[in-house]
């Protein structure tokens, strides 16, 4: 296999896995999201419904972009980490869907947010090493993601 070939598989493999965790999302939040959902007491600032799958449908093409990128600038044994700490948000991640909306505890899917908040802060740090690209392009994620904590925390707060 070429380097080019390796570099589109990659890609292709990269994006496909953090579109893979949205569509896991959004299929395990559809009951929670119109049985539940509306019935709770939303933050202030909470945008309309509709807006949040485009959100994150563009937030996890560039997520896996950030990790082609990454990637694609690596240096074997520190990747490890890299790949670890991607690997750790992604999964908690899609674990926030299952907890707030499947399980319906808005206190475990805020402890998630946490956690979530913080691996992903590490993680750009640590893609930053590799590539400045693979770094920018998680800072759409972290803002909204940060975003997402305070409406989650506020969720908790007034339900």
Do not use: H
């Amino acid at each position: 296999m070429t380097e080019r070939n390796k570099n589109i598989s990659a890609l292709i493999i990269f994006v496909g896995l953090c579109v893979l965790t949205g569509l896991f999302s959004s299929f395990i939040m559809t009951d929670g999201l119109k049985l539940w959902y509306p019935d709770l007491v939303k933050a202030p600032f909470n945008p309309p419904d509709w807006l949040f799958a485009p959100v994150w449908s563009v937030i996890y093409i560039m997520m896996g972009l950030a990790l082609w990128f990454a990637w694609k600038e690596r240096k074997e044994e520190s990747f490890r980490v890299a790949g670890v700490l991607f690997t750790v948000q992604l999964f908690l991640n899609g674990l926030w869907s299952f907890l707030f909306f499947y399980l319906q505890n808005p206190l475990a899917g805020f402890v998630d947010i946490l956690c979530l908040d913080l691996v992903l802060i590490i993680t750009i740090a640590v893609f930053y090493r590799f590539s400045s690209k693979a770094a920018w392009l998680l800072s759409p994620y972290i803002t909204w993601l940060l975003f997402a904590t305070y409406l989650n925390g506020y969720i908790v707060y007034a339900n």
